[in-house]
């Protein structure tokens, strides 16, 4: 059986630290997800929030980039949100997801 893989990519600008997108998924796998910030000693918090508003993933403190190849169920529209960033600047993201 072979699998469809999803991908979203883009760029959010942090501004007083904060920046957010919503996607659309379906239901699905995340199989990466990935956010670099401009400079590497940036540091920054990242959430992904699904549709009723429960947060299902959340991770602090992240300096410079984020690469995680966790496997977690999503389930439609995800949003993805940077919080805390130490600087207001771009951020690269990659978000992966094998549908089920």
Known sequence: MSHIFLQRNGTLTASTGVASVTLNF?????????VKAATGTTTFDI????????????????VGTLNDTSQLPLYNNVTLA?????????????IVVKER
């Open 82 to 94: 940077i919080a805390n960033a130490s600087v207001d600047e771009a951020f690269t993201y990659l």
């Open 26 to 34: 379906g239901d699905g796998i995340l199989m990466q997800l990935y």
């Open 47 to 62: 959430s992904l929030t699904d549709i009723n508003s429960i947060k299902v993933y959340d991770e602090t403190d992240i």
